[in-house]
């Protein structure tokens, strides 16, 4: 059980708007540190989507976008296409644990 | 162009031990904190463990700490995990990242089963 709360799965259609939540609390999000976002393709290593909160690493698409409000942040993906359907992880720090990362549950995006 | 590649994985039983190499190059690995992140079969993603660019500061997850140790040899541009009284619930992808947050780049990831 993650303290970054994710859907388990999103789904939309070619072309669609989609969004993924990542909900947190006053020790992570809510208090300040910043969100991270990842891709996973089917049988690959997760790849670095969105970094701090909204900034996009060079060669990712503009269709992706990342915020945060609050104690939660979300990604959104526009125009979408079939070669996005991955799993989605958010990131954080969590500084009521002993250690560093969290990762949130991850949410499976498919593609209708 | 970054590359990281993890290596050491295999089939181990329970209480053994494992050592996992990442090779780096297409950057200056003495300049940058490097990860360990794993997967269970079909599971999400967690964070095992980092170590900063010299090797003085280091952060183990509870579930590893005590059992786990994290070290690099900037010389060789290698990046270590070791692994001691393994358990079945350790069995997992082993990913190694540069970086703590974000984790820009990663490997493609080494298995460790662990199973008698």
């Known amino acids: 059980q993650s303290v970054l709360t994710q859907p388990p799965s999103v789904s939309g259609a070619p072309g669609q708007r989609v969004t993924i939540s990542c909900t947190g609390s006053?020790?992570?999000?809510?208090?300040?540190?910043?969100v991270h976002w990842y891709q996973q393709l089917p049988g690959t290593a997760p790849k670095l989507l969105i970094y701090g909160n909204s900034n996009r690493p060079s060669g990712v698409p503009d269709r992706f976008s990342g915020s945060k409000s609050g104690t939660s942040a979300s990604l959104a993906i526009t125009g979408l296409q079939a070669e996005d359907e991955a799993d989605y992880y958010c990131q954080s720090y969590d500084s009521s644990l002993s250690g560093w990362g969290v990762f949130g549950g991850g949410t499976k995006l498919t593609v209708l | 162009q970054v590359q990281l590649v993890e290596s050491g994985g295999g089939l181990v039983k329970p209480g053994g031990s494992l050592r996992l190499s990442c090779a780096a190059s297409?950057?200056?690995?003495?300049?940058?904190?490097m990860s360990w992140i794993r997967q269970a079969p079909g599971k999400g993603l967690e964070w095992v463990s980092y170590?900063?660019?010299?090797?003085?500061?280091?952060y183990y997850a509870d579930s590893v700490k005590g059992r786990f140790t994290i070290s690099r040899d900037n010389a060789k541009n290698s990046l270590y995990l070791q692994m001691n009284s393994l358990r079945a619930e350790d069995t997992a992808v082993y990913y190694c990242a540069r970086g703590y947050s974000p984790h820009d780049y990663w490997g493609q990831g080494t298995l460790v089963t662990v199973s008698s």
């Open positions: 297409g950057f200056t690995f003495s300049d940058y904190y």
């Open positions: 170590i900063s660019s010299s090797g003085s500061t280091i």
């Open positions: 006053s020790s992570n999000i809510g208090a300040g540190y910043d």
